[in-house]
Every structure is written in C-alpha cells, then in structure tokens.
C-alpha cells in the first residue's frame, strides 16, 4: 500500500509560467515533507520541506504548501525554467532516524 | 553544504561475482545511512537501513544474504551484492542524514549503476 502518492507521473510546463507538482499520502502521522528533484542517472538532491505544524514554507521560487485536513500537499515553482526540467520526488517523514517515504515522481519538463 | 560520496559511480560485472558499493558522509558523523535501488522510470525504494556498529534492517522482501551491509565507521557504509545475477542490475543510491541538521537533512549520493552481465 503506497504511504506517498503522486499520481501525475508527467508535467509540461512553458517557461516562466508556473509549475505545481501534487503529492497526496495517506498516514496522518507523518511529520515532515520534502521534495526532492532528481536527474537521470544522479542522487535526489533536497529542494524544501514543510513541517507537518506548518502549511506554507517558501525558499526564493519553490514554495510547498501543506494541507493536513486533506492530506495533500504541492510544490509550486514560479517562474518555471528550463533548468527546472527534472524527476520530482515528493517524500514524507516520521519522527525519529526513520527512512524517507517516497512517491513514485513526476517528471517536469519546463519548454522554453 | 553537506556532501555524500558513492563509489563506484558505475560497475559491470560477470554473474556470479560479488560487487561492493561504498558511501561516505564527507561532511559530517552519520550514525544511520540508507540504501535506496530505483529502477528505470520507478521511485526509490528502500532496501535497508544501516546503522553504525550493528546489523542492519532490512525491508521485506530484501534478501540480507544477497545485498550485505556494513557501516563499520561514522562516514562509511558499504553495500555488497553478492553472487550478483541480470536481475540485480539497477541503480543503487545511499543516503546519509545529518544528526545536527534536524528533520529533513537527508543528502544523498550520486548513485551507483550496476550492470550484471
């Protein structure tokens, strides 16, 4: 049974418009989010995260939104930019050392 | 920023050989590491969690005899497929996390292509 669930495996997007990649789980006692972005044959490398007691966090173009009532959450990307173009990974964390939880991806491709 | 490293960046080898695969934290102590396999187009899933000096925990369906692990230090954890076969052919990736950075500092290695001829 899948914890983490992105369910849009693609995403095109034009450039400088915005891109927002779901993420949907289902255990209500996760504790922190993150997004990861990954290129072929590379390691996911961390974008942002969100506390499960938050429901907004913003670093420069990516803000991720939280919404615990319906256990969804999304990555905003605004402007979309070519670079963008990558996997991205939607992840979900307990407390304590316990390993990430990870949605299956969406591939962004941002045309320019 | 923090630095994970993976070595061999990419391998082939005969079926029947074993292969080790090395992770190191660069920039910090890591009491847990963990290994991920992805396969082509699929998420990443967890094979084991390593924890410095005991065994490791596997995930189901994860053969410990087949996929060995080590994390003898602080910085390094090894993974051994052992009498590799086609199918063991993926991309393995480690991640180590941060125990002063907090929730959400997992950094990851550039993973490691294995082909099993």
């Known amino acids: 049974d899948q914890q983490v669930k992105q369910n849009s495996p693609s995403l095109s997007v034009q450039e400088g418009r915005i891109s927002i990649l779901n993420c949907d789980y289902t255990?209500?006692?996760?504790?922190?989010f993150l997004w990861y972005k990954k290129y072929p044959a590379e390691g996911p490398t961390f974008l942002i995260s969100i506390s499960s007691i938050k429901d907004k966090n913003e670093d420069g173009r990516f803000t991720v939104f939280l919404n615990k009532s319906a256990k969804h959450l999304s990555l905003h990307i605004v402007p979309s930019q070519p670079g963008d173009s990558a996997v991205y990974f939607c992840?979900?964390?307990?407390?304590?050392?316990?390993?990430?939880?990870f949605g299956k991806g969406t591939r962004l491709s941002v045309i320019a | 920023g923090a630095v994970v490293s993976q070595h061999p960046s990419w391998v082939i080898c005969k079926s029947g050989t074993s292969v080790k695969i090395e992770c190191r934290s660069l920039?910090?102590?890591?009491?847990?590491m963990f290994w991920y396999r992805q396969f082509p187009k699929q998420s990443l899933m967890l094979m084991a969690t390593s924890n410095e000096g005991s065994k490791a925990t596997y995930e189901q369906g994860v053969e410990k005899d087949k996929f060995l692990i080590n994390h003898a230090s602080l910085t390094l954890s090894t993974l051994t497929v052992t009498s590799a076969h086609p199918e063991d052919s993926s991309f393995y990736i480690c991640?180590?996390?941060?125990?002063?950075?907090?929730?959400?500092?997992?950094?990851f290695g550039p993973g490691t292509r294995l082909t099993v001829l």
């Open positions: 255990n209500s006692m996760f504790d922190y």
């Open positions: 991640s180590a996390r941060d125990p002063s950075g907090g929730f959400g500092t997992q950094y």
């Open positions: 920039d910090f102590q890591a009491t847990t």
């Open positions: 992840a979900a964390l307990f407390s304590g050392n316990t390993p990430l939880v």
